[in-house]
């Protein structure tokens, strides 16, 4: 079965780092690009981040860049997000995601992992 | 940066269509995809590229895309249609998705 299930999301207090984690299987992790989708609470989808299969290059949205770093291991079959200086307005629900195809569609999902930025 | 407009709210009766837009500024020149979220659920793809549907979407759901709208339509609407949904597309290596819209079916 094609599976991604995260961890490591809890709560952190501001300025705080965190790192979450992205269990691939029942398909070949290092064949595909990968993302991270986060969703605050009672808010929209936002993507944050992807890692092109091979480590060589990762895109960020704006809000993130210089505070969170995508990496991956493809012998792990996993993927990471390294969150750095966080703030109050990361608090979310972060999904790791396999993009179908380069800039496609996000096909599968995992079921999330909660982060609370919060004193 | 590239924004996708929704409609906030989408009613449809049992058995009836509903058609939820994705507002974007040349938009039927970029592929656009479909997502959609039940409450506490992860999103599940529901339509790829404007007009695909994955293995195991229903026949019901389609979509559409031309000039600055891509549309969702769900037709034949049945009470486990009730979710959020989103557009996606991609703008210049940043994914973008839509404000999402809440669909009701009364």
């Known amino acids: 079965e094609v599976q991604l299930v995260e961890s490591g999301g809890g709560l952190v207090q501001p300025g705080g780092s965190l790192r979450l984690s992205c269990a691939a299987s029942g398909f070949t992790f290092s064949s595909y690009w990968m993302s991270w989708v986060r969703q605050a609470p009672g808010k929209g989808l936002e993507w944050v981040a992807n890692i092109k299969q091979d480590g060589s290059e990762k895109y960020y949205v704006d809000s993130v860049k210089g505070r969170f770093t995508i990496s991956r291991d493809n012998a792990k079959n996993s993927l990471y997000l390294q969150m750095n200086s966080l703030r109050a307005e990361d608090t979310a629900v972060y999904y790791c995601?396999?993009?179908?195809?380069?800039?496609?569609?996000?096909?599968?999902w995992g079921q999330g992992t909660m982060v609370t930025v919060s004193s | 940066s590239y924004e996708l407009t929704q409609p906030l709210s989408v009613s449809v009766a049992l058995g009836q269509t509903a058609r939820i837009t994705c507002g974007g500024n040349?938009?039927?020149?970029?592929?656009v995809h479909w997502y959609q979220q039940k409450p506490g659920q992860a999103p599940v793809l529901v339509i790829y590229r404007d007009s695909n549907r994955p293995s195991g979407i229903p026949e019901r759901f389609s979509g559409s895309n031309s000039g600055n709208t891509a549309t969702l339509t769900i037709s034949r609407a049945q009470a486990g249609d009730e979710a959020d949904y989103y557009c996606?597309?991609?703008?210049?290596?940043?994914?973008?998705f839509g404000t999402g819209t809440k669909v009701t079916v009364l």
């Open positions: 996606q597309v991609w703008d210049s290596s940043t994914a973008v």
């Open positions: 995601a396999r993009d179908y195809t380069p800039y496609d569609a996000f096909d599968i």
């Open positions: 040349n938009i039927g020149s970029k592929n």
